[in-house]
């Protein structure tokens, strides 16, 4: 990794430490027994998978650091080509798109869907969907593709995230 | 805990680069081995200096009216009619066929002109924030999570090689992420290359059985690329720049 | 006997006062609204394309940036060269700069694609681009010129202005060789790729920086009654004539250089002859009305007296200077990349053709939004702070130091 790159992730990380200390601080306040936003009224939004299939780490981590996994697989993947799958934004998507009557797929960033319906109630404005799939793409497109080989769907290096481990400790 | 894992992941590290280094070894030696498929980077291993990527294009190969590498590449990253709005000079073209007559002697080629994953690459120097950089491995690319769209480096790119994304998008692919306000390129098929692919163009104008497109590991002496540098002439765009260009042409 | 100059606060109650600032007002308005509409749109519904890159917007940040740097030249020529004469000007000329360049980076910040990651072009910096370092010499200059005007005005720091100002004067020269630089570097374009460009941009400066000065000067004055005696500002006058002429000389270096070597031959008989629109803004706005012009009315016996006819004449110095901004950066992007040197190209992507771009009202609209916000800093300034002397009437500004130059 080069300086360059150190220097990045370090002002990335502090900028965004910096924009969640509010986040963080309120956070500290309910501690242990509230999910963070637990008191948000919304109508829990469907999910893909089924409902008793774990997400990636506990939801109460989940709700305070998503930012932080995905940030951080954002630099791994763009700049040094680490393409693991646990804490991709695809992934997410892949697992938290609902599917409408007709069975096709409503975009994540829809309103009263996964990733909007908590981002308006807690006023974030994200602007991963300017650029990113908002729906499961990669499995419809493979299909009578030759080159299925270019986008496989797992691969190694699942770990649990740094963050992870480290937020564990903390607590 | 933590303790426990790293140490794990970092023997896993060290055991991996010896493979890895134990399986470039054995490519060297002659006979059988050649033809053995080198060992797949692992997802979880960052991209290393010890592969450049490029691309040789055989303009003599290259059919005039065909230009199935671009459709390739529009189908492959999303790009070509996703622009409603802009008008012809606003939308985005990663790659695109050019035709070139000599004024003297009047000699006609057609080339795919595409970002041509410099050494030294101007857009990489001019970019204030660094959105524009070049990965280990040689790909040159736009980080456009950090792109202000200032379009320094479409002012600096030799090869008119980026576009500026006029408008809102939707429904982009998943491995391909692109949106209004940025500035975009060819990625050389970044996620097809990490999972030991070829680009989409090069794939397609194999398919067209033209084979113009020669793909691979520039700093591997044994690979098809490579050897096919070696056998005969080629050369840079703006060579007089000296910017060690990955893509390489031949024939004109 | 030197006499101290009295500062005071405009009154700012005429009717005059307010329509200037209402309609100042406006024009800021209307460029916020066009911000908002190609922010939101996207820049579709702006005249850039992928060929034409920079725009309307740039042409009036690059002028507007540029400017800022030359006028603090009549602060550095009172301070650093102590020139007595130019002392009373010194707050004017440090508080127009600050506007200018405020004017001109809004413009430059609202034309980019992502104008809400400014915070990311400031924490994210990349030190080999030229552009990352322009960054840091902009927001440096700004402080530095209100550290600067600080020491001027604060009695009990006066005795450190000088070296304020000596810190201003160099920090505005490396400031506007960035500036130039920004083209100067770019070596794959034939119609930039010249280390000229950087002392090009730099006399530019003196150019437009004092023409605005002149004309604001003339402004404050004629409108608030104050006195402007003839000593300051036919030395004013001549001096602008001066800068017309260097700029004209390097405009001159500039071409003649291209021209000698064959491989820019093309890009030279584009912007001198076949141009279209280009060669027309060159040799008539920029070369005549711009330069040539102005100069021979400054230098004038009888016409260079005339107050009507020295406003007239900053004010061509300033049309020039916008033709020449136009001119060098869409000009120069409109000129075809030379990929394959020798051979005639065709593409989808207009390849080897002259391309084509016509301005939108929108970034218009932003552009003179830039210097609509940059008068308004200054009308407002002056209003609540002592900037302006009293009188600059001649027995006022030091006739002794006026006589003896």
Redesign the interface.
């Not at chain 2, 980077?41 to 991209?47: E, F, G, I, L, S």
């Given at each position: 990794m080069t300086y360059a790159m150190v220097a990045r992730r370090v002002s990335g990380l502090l900028l965004s430490a910096l924009l969640l200390l509010p986040l963080a601080v309120s956070a500290e306040d309910a501690e242990a027994e509230n999910l963070p936003f637990s008191d948000l009224t919304m109508t829990e939004p469907e999910r893909h998978v089924s409902a008793t299939e774990e997400c990636v780490a506990p939801e109460a981590v989940m709700r305070r650091n998503h930012m932080k996994f995905i940030l951080h697989q954002r630099d791994d993947t763009m700049h040094r080509g680490i393409r693991t799958r646990r804490y991709s934004l695809e992934e997410c998507v892949n697992c938290h798109a609902a599917k409408n009557e007709q069975g096709e797929y409503i975009p994540v960033n829809a309103e009263n869907q996964f990733c909007s319906s908590c981002h308006t109630y807690a006023a974030v404005n994200i602007d991963c969907f300017q650029c990113h799939a908002t729906k499961p793409v990669r499995a419809s497109r493979l299909n009578g593709r030759s080159a299925s080989a270019a986008h496989p769907s797992g691969g190694p290096g699942n770990a649990p995230h740094p963050f992870l481990v480290s937020e564990g400790n903390a607590q | 805990?933590?303790d426990t894992?790293n140490r794990i992941?970092s023997a896993r590290r060290a055991f991996l680069n010896k493979a890895g280094a134990a399986a470039g070894a054995a490519a060297i030696a002659p006979g059988v081995f050649l033809t053995t498929p080198a060992v797949a980077?692992?997802?979880?291993?960052?991209?290393s200096s010890e592969k450049r990527w490029g691309i040789l294009v055989d303009t003599n190969k290259c059919a005039s009216n065909c230009d199935a590498c671009v459709t390739a590449c529009k189908d492959e990253n999303g790009w070509g009619s996703t622009?409603h709005?802009?008008?012809q000079?606003?939308?985005?073209?990663w790659i695109?066929?050019?035709?070139?007559?000599?004024?003297?002697t009047g000699f006609v080629a057609t080339l795919p002109?595409m970002c041509q994953h410099c050494e030294h690459p101007?857009c990489?120097?001019?970019?204030?924030?660094?959105?524009s950089?070049k990965?280990?491995?040689g790909i040159v690319?736009v980080?456009?999570?950090?792109?202000?769209?200032?379009?320094?480096c479409?002012?600096?790119?030799?090869?008119?090689a980026?576009?500026?994304?006029?408008?809102?998008?939707e429904?982009?692919?998943?491995?391909a992420?692109?949106?209004?306000?940025?500035?975009e390129s060819c990625t050389l098929c970044?996620?097809?290359v990490?999972?030991?692919?070829t680009p989409a163009c090069v794939?397609a104008c194999s398919a067209e059985n033209h084979n113009a497109l020669v793909f691979g590991n520039l700093n591997d002496e044994n690979s098809d690329i490579s050897r096919e540098l070696a056998r005969a002439e080629s050369i840079e765009?703006?060579a007089d720049?000296a910017l060690n260009t990955g893509v390489r042409y031949r024939g004109? | 006997m030197k006499l101290a100059p009295n500062y005071r606060e405009i009154e700012g109650k005429s009717t005059g006062f307010r329509v200037l600032l209402g309609g100042l007002g406006l024009l800021a308005a209307l460029a916020f609204g066009a911000f908002l509409y190609m922010e939101h749109s996207g820049h579709y519904v702006t005249g850039m394309t992928n060929q034409i890159v920079w725009g309307m917007p740039h042409v009036f940040a690059i002028f507007l940036i540029v400017a800022a740097s030359g006028a603090l030249n009549v602060a550095s020529i009172g301070t650093v060269f102590g020139k007595s004469l130019y002392k009373p000007l010194g707050r004017l000329s440090g508080l127009l700069a600050i506007a200018l360049l405020l004017g001109g980076l809004m413009v430059l910040v609202l034309d980019l694609g992502h104008p809400d990651r400014l915070i990311v072009a400031m924490t994210y910096y990349n030190f080999k681009s030229i552009f990352a370092w322009n960054i840091i010499l902009y927001n440096g200059f700004l402080a530095v010129t209100i550290v600067y005007l600080w020491f001027m005005m604060e009695r009990k720091m006066n005795r450190y202005y000088r070296a304020a100002g000596t810190v201003a004067f160099v920090w505005r020269l490396i400031l506007t060789t960035g500036t130039g630089s920004i083209f100067g570097w770019l070596v794959a374009r034939s119609a930039y790729d010249m280390a000229m460009l950087a002392p090009m941009f730099i006399i530019m400066s003196f150019a437009f920086g004092l023409a605005i000065f002149i004309l604001v000067l003339m402004a404050a004055y004629s409108w608030t009654g104050r006195p402007l005696g003839d000593a300051v500002l036919f030395r004013l006058k001549n001096l602008l004539g001066v800068f017309i002429a260097a700029v004209l000389y390097f405009v001159m270096v500039y071409h003649l250089s291209n021209l000698y070597a064959t491989e820019h031959h093309g890009v030279e008989r584009f912007i001198l002859m076949d141009g279209g629109i280009y060669t027309q803004l060159f040799w008539i706005v920029q070369i005549l009305i711009g330069s040539l012009l102005p100069l021979a009315m400054v230098y004038h016996p009888t016409i260079g007296k005339s107050r009507p006819a020295i406003a007239t004449a900053s004010l061509l110095v300033i049309i020039g200077g916008m033709a020449q901004v136009y001119v060098l950066l869409i000009g120069g992007q409109a000129y075809p990349l030379e990929i394959f040197p020798g051979y005639e190209v065709t593409s989808s992507f207009h390849d080897g053709v002259v391309n084509s771009y016509s301005p939108s009202i929108w970034e218009i609209t932003l552009g003179v939004g830039g210097v609509a916000v940059a008068l308004l800093v200054v009308t407002i300034a002056i209003r609540v702070l002592r900037f302006l002397p009293v009188s600059l009437a001649d027995d006022a500004v030091d006739p002794h130091a006026a006589k003896a130059d």
């Open positions: - | 805990m933590s894992s992941d980077r692992p997802a979880d291993q960052p991209v622009e709005h802009s008008s000079e606003q939308q985005s073209q695109r066929k050019v035709e070139i007559r000599n004024r003297s002109l101007p990489v120097d001019v970019c204030p924030t660094g959105a950089f990965r280990a491995d690319l980080d456009k999570h950090i792109c202000i769209g200032c379009r320094y479409m002012m600096a790119c030799p090869y008119k980026r576009s500026f994304i006029h408008e809102d998008l429904d982009q692919l998943p491995w992420p692109r949106g209004k306000g940025t500035v970044v996620q097809r990490d999972n030991d692919g794939e765009l703006r720049l004109i | -």
